[in-house]
Every structure is written in C-alpha cells, then in structure tokens.
C-alpha cells in the first residue's frame, strides 16, 4: 500500500503562484511515476503532469512553461510549482502514484484562482 497526502492548495489571485506537494509513504519502492491531475467542477478528471522515477516529466499543453513538476526522492516527495496562475486553474488537484498494477491518488487539495 502506498498513501499520498497531498498540501499546499489555497486562494491565489490571478497572476500569482502557489506550490503543491504530495508527500508519499508506504510500500514506495512499487511506484513507476507520481503525476498531479486536476478536476474543475462538472469537468473531467485531467493530467496536469508527470514525472517518472528517473525524472522524466511531461506536462498538459495547457500548463507548459508555467507549472513545473519535480521529486525530492530524500523526502519522498514530489511537488508541483505553478506561475502565472490564471482562474480556469481552478480545481481539486490531486497526487497519484502509479504502480504497475494499481494506481493510488491522494485526497486532493482544492486550488482557487480568483480574477
């Protein structure tokens, strides 16, 4: 079993920025890559972005060049930092640890971006 705690969500106005982190313990060792997705009320749940255990990382369209995913593997970590936050940022973002057979995600941590 692998837990996720996500934290670091808040109100930010538009043009500002905020740090998430998800905070992983448990049978750690089983985990492929650690991703961030997002979930807007009445939309789908949608990749933010992702990064393997050898710090590959990829990024939705929507994001690139001003969010940043990285791991502190010391801490068995992985934070996202978002710039130039903008109201359609606007959602519950959560963690997920992907493993080869199963995928675990955190709570969540809701994130407002007010104009």
């Known amino acids: 079993q692998v837990q996720l705690v996500e934290s670091g969500g808040g109100l930010v106005q538009a043009g500002g920025s905020l740090r998430l982190s998800c905070a992983a313990s448990?049978?750690?060792?089983?985990?492929?890559?650690m991703g961030w997705y997002r979930q807007a009320p009445g939309k789908q749940r949608e990749l933010v972005a992702t990064?393997?255990?050898?710090?590959?990382?990829d990024y939705a369209d929507s994001v690139k060049g001003r969010f940043t995913i990285s791991r502190d593997n010391a801490k068995n970590t992985v934070y996202l930092q978002m710039n130039s936050l903008q109201p359609d940022d606007t959602a519950v973002y959560y963690c997920?640890?992907?493993?080869?057979?199963?995928?675990?995600w955190g709570q969540g941590t809701q994130v407002t971006v007010s104009s």
């Open positions: 997920k640890g992907a493993a080869a057979l199963y995928d675990y």
């Open positions: 990064i393997t255990r050898y710090g590959r990382t």
């Open positions: 448990g049978s750690i060792f089983t985990i492929n890559s």
